[in-house]
């Protein structure tokens, strides 16, 4: 193993750095004080960053997904304004004890994300520029830049009464996701204090990894790394009248664009649906199937158990969907679902009951 | 006081981001999933980051002189490759239980830094996007965008022997104002230690403000927050073969653009008397006038002294002085001094005796 702090920061950006390629737009690449490229078209720019134990815990990420994440939620928020990505530039702050190969593997998810952008959006998204840290807390800070053409951009401001509101992608798995992984840390602690073998919850804990049992595995691999459907949005750009990255929740997200264009969504649960069903398998494994005495405060009837779903479909964020609104004279293109419609007024409603504000925020309220 | 965590996420972004000015070229600003902007000529950007205790500490430095430093260092990467600053994206990491007061400090240093780079440079440098995080530590992670023709950005590879080497801003300064803290603070302790009145090193102590005696004021300002020369780059601009921005130290960035242009890079120290000169005063306050019996450790000759000095100058980092090359048929623009010149061959000399690699590295080696 080798540590950063056995290597300077300079040799170690150039080691990982390495497995980057420069775009043919690139004019001067990372190395010098700032990077030149050629753009064509408005620039589209966007920051996020991850931080350790708030966004991100150790124990349930590694640093190749940590990268797939970071980048996966800066491209997606280019790619919600209807625009094609340019590159990265990635700052990094890490333990002084950092194993190069935990940095590298960092990278080469950042990378390999940026990449299967570039591949389904046909552009380049090289890392172009970006700084290395000392940190007590790994913290992971990435703007996304992008080009958009004069005209193009989607914003949030614009839909209109009377549009559909599409989804492209999923919501709702990042956020069962995330109770599965408490449920498991909850099951193992569990296990450790009863000393008793065989293990009875290590079968079950065997079944909740990114590999284990599919159903459940997809709904965790989406909170540790979402891959937003960045195809799907081209499809939709030349319809949309708004659009917006499911990053918060759909609710709040989707409350963002009616804020912004003056108008009402209004989401039918029947269009939720499917969305429900997919997260059904995460309710049993915390619940049970309802017959069992061991079973946790398990919502007792088939209806609360489905709005337990439906909770984490509304309010759960991180999953990268894309909302788009759009003239409801056509079916909407491959990859997107309609979800509901835009009316006047304001707010947001489900079957017509106004949704109260929820959502994710890193402060509360 | 407001706390932080009182307000949410979006209403923190609205108070803080109302000091925020967009500029002409702004199509859409800060508050959709990204910022669309107008460009002319190639797009240059960069990004750098500080983090608490690592690179500033609370004890030293207020919120809003973080903010300068912290887009003053991103502000001076863009010059420095003969660009005009476009905007600002800010990554913030920041304790739950933050003065929204120090917040709003933070925010209007980085908008006045950048305002006095806009107006130096004639152009706006509005923010346009960015993120709020929370943290047990501070994090400001910043990326600056900016514009440069094509063809005329400046980068480390162009220097030729022959040309003369310029220094715009000075260098040595923030490093000999870090020794003044670290000395301020061993001064604070020993008086708390000393249960005497009244206060021996209290007087001195007060002469260790940056609004105190005026020469060593300036020198710890230089390290709380330096403020680069912006004005100089277009005065050499269309002259320069190569620029750095000098962020890690004198012989450090100039090693850089001797390595990437393939030169050697000779400086003479007769013309950085001068800068030395100017950081005699810290050597004073630091270890007396040598007559003293209480002097610390002091160098013992005047030119010991003198050396002390130059060492600041030579490898003291975070001035954000600007060196460039170019051909030496003119004298230096107004604001730039001749340091040296480029020979052919490779590394870095003072008056013909090679330097050793020095300089501020993160991961030291």
Same mark, same amino acid.
Request: with cysteine; net charge negative; charged share 25%.
């Given at each position: 193993m080798t540590r950063l702090s056995e290597l300077g920061e300079s040799h170690v950006l150039s080691r990982i750095l390495g497995h980057n390629r420069d775009g043919a737009h690139v004019i001067v690449g990372p190395g010098?004080?700032?990077?030149?490229?050629?753009?064509?078209?408005?620039?589209?720019?966007?920051?996020?960053?991850?931080?350790?134990?708030?966004? &991100?815990? #150790? !124990?349930? =990420?590694?640093?190749?997904? @940590?990268?797939?994440?970071? /980048?996966?939620?800066?491209?997606?928020d280019v790619c919600a304004m209807g625009a094609v990505p340019h590159g990265l530039l990635v700052s990094l702050a890490v333990p002084d004890d950092t194993d190069i190969a935990d940095l590298e593997a960092l990278f080469t998810g950042?990378?390999?994300?940026?990449?299967?952008?570039?591949?389904?959006?046909?552009?380049?998204?090289?890392?172009?520029?970006g700084d290395l840290s000392s940190s007590g807390l790994i913290v992971v800070a990435i703007t996304a830049l992008g080009t958009v053409g004069p005209g193009a951009a989607l914003t949030r401001s614009g839909a209109r009464p009377g549009d559909a509101i599409h989804l492209a992608g999923t919501v709702g798995r990042a956020a069962a996701g995330l109770?599965?992984? &408490?449920? #498991? !840390?909850? =099951?193992?602690?569990?296990? @450790?204090?009863?000393?008793? /073998?065989?293990?009875?919850?290590?079968?079950?804990r065997s079944r909740l990894t990114d590999t284990g049992e599919p159903e459940l595995a997809r709904l965790i691999a989406a909170q540790l790394a979402a891959q937003p459907d960045y195809a799907a949005v081209p499809r939709m750009a030349g319809r949309a009248s708004a659009m917006i990255d499911v990053s918060d929740g759909l609710s709040t997200d989707l409350r963002r664009i009616a804020d912004a264009s003056g108008v009402h969504a209004a989401l039918e649960s029947a269009a939720l649906d499917e969305l429900v069903d997919d997260l059904m398998p995460a309710v049993r494994f915390l619940f049970g199937d309802g017959t069992d005495a061991e079973d946790r405060?398990?919502?007792?009837?088939?209806?609360?158990?489905?709005? &337990?779903?439906?909770?984490?479909?509304?309010?759960?964020?991180?999953?990268?969907?894309?909302?788009?609104?759009a003239a409801p004279?056509?079916?909407?293109?491959?990859?997107?679902?309609?979800?509901?419609?835009?009316?006047?007024?304001?707010?947001?409603?489900l079957d017509g009951d106004d949704l109260p504000t929820s959502g994710f925020s890193h402060f509360g309220k």
């Open positions: 010098d004080d700032a990077a030149v490229t050629a753009l064509s078209g408005n620039l589209v720019s966007t920051a996020d960053m991850l931080v350790e134990n708030e966004d &991100f815990t #150790r !124990d349930w =990420l590694d640093w190749h997904r @940590l990268g797939i994440k970071a /980048a996966a939620q800066n491209l997606a950042i990378l390999a994300e940026a990449s299967r952008a570039g591949s389904e959006l046909g552009c380049e998204v090289p890392i172009v520029g109770d599965l992984l &408490f449920a #498991r !840390d909850e =099951l193992r602690e569990r296990a @450790l204090s009863e000393i008793t /073998a065989p293990d009875p919850a290590s079968t079950v405060a398990a919502p007792g009837s088939a209806a609360a158990r489905r709005e &337990f779903a439906l909770e984490w479909v509304l309010n759960g964020g991180e999953d990268h969907g894309f909302v788009a609104t004279d056509l079916p909407p293109p491959v990859g997107w679902r309609r979800i509901g419609e835009v009316t006047a007024g304001s707010g947001l409603s």
